[in-house]
């Protein structure tokens, strides 16, 4: 057998499983955002680029897409900084029981999502739960996680919950590869903790930090889980377009307009695209 015969039937079940569930469904949404439902005019009827003509004109699309937008802008940065302050502090041999506290931190990313949000929404509850008891206790009504204005940065706090152990342990497997002449190199100049920290440290960081922004951003513009469930107990701060991913779904499992629905996310996906890709282009770059 021909060795490039051997080839592709190694990666011959791999590239079938890529196109069955990567490729075909990609494939699909694209073929329906090209059609729409003509409810009085019977079938669905090929109406080429004019559903991203809508999406492009839709005031709930892009007010979703700039609440993102806000929360990748602020919650990302927050999240990032705290997992590498608890990568360094664990990979400093200043910090006793640095097995322990891994654990500890990377255990809310271990917690199912839907389980975490629910946890968290009977704390913010504002007749129930902790904010509720606060706000008994100090015989005051301004801890309101759940209101207008508090219920983006909420979201956030649970985000950064749920996912600063993994980003954590992203930087400290990193700190891990640091080869050992680069620290005894250091402490012969004499350098001490936060310089090492800033010469040795954070450079052999930064392709790591690269890949936990990037997977942030694409987390942030697929928020779904933690406003979908909050809904509920929030119906009135929380809209069925509170997110861009909120919108698709409500549009196809609420409102049947499937083409629409299919339109949005292909839109929200090439957006995504283009906004990690500057940022590892950026981040590459830098690295050089």
Not at 7 to 17: D, H, K, M, T
Not at 121 to 142: E, K, M, Q, V, W
Not at 188 to 201: H, N, S
Not at 236 to 253: E, G, H, K, Q, R
């Amino acid at each position: 057998m021909h060795r490039e015969t051997r080839g592709w039937l190694f990666v011959g079940p791999f590239l079938a499983v890529f196109a069955l569930t990567f490729l075909a469904p990609i494939g699909y949404a694209i073929y329906l955002s090209l059609f729409r439902d003509q409810a009085f005019f019977g079938g669905t009827v090929f109406v080429g680029l004019d559903n991203y003509i809508d999406a492009i004109q839709d005031s709930k699309l892009w007010e979703s897409f700039l609440r993102v937008l806000l929360f990748l802008v602020v919650q990302v940065p927050v999240m990032l900084v705290f997992a590498l302050l608890a990568a360094l502090a664990i990979d400093s041999a200043r910090l006793h029981g640095a097995s322990f506290f891994r654990v500890v931190i990377f255990l809310p990313y271990a917690v199912p999502g839907v389980v975490a949000v629910l946890m968290w929404g009977f704390i913010y509850g504002n007749n129930f739960g902790l904010a509720a008891d606060l706000n008994d206790l100090l015989g005051t009504t301004a801890i309101q996680p759940l209101s207008g204005k508090w219920m983006l940065p909420s979201i956030a706090n649970i985000v950064t919950w749920e996912f600063v152990g993994y980003n954590m342990l992203i930087f400290y497997s990193a700190l891990r590869t640091v080869p050992e002449e680069l620290y005894e190199a250091a402490a012969i100049d004499g350098a001490g903790a936060f310089r090492t920290i800033r010469a040795v440290k954070l450079p052999a960081l930064r392709g790591a930090i690269v890949i936990a922004t990037i997977f942030s951003i694409i987390g942030s513009f697929q928020l779904f889980n933690e406003p979908n469930i909050l809904r509920t107990l929030a119906p009135n701060v929380i809209t069925t377009y509170y997110t861009p991913n909120m919108y698709a779904y409500n549009l196809s499992f609420a409102g049947q307009q499937f083409n629409y629905s299919a339109t949005v996310a292909i839109v929200m996906g090439i957006i995504t695209a283009v906004i990690a890709y500057v940022v590892q282009l950026r981040g590459s770059r830098e690295a050089l």
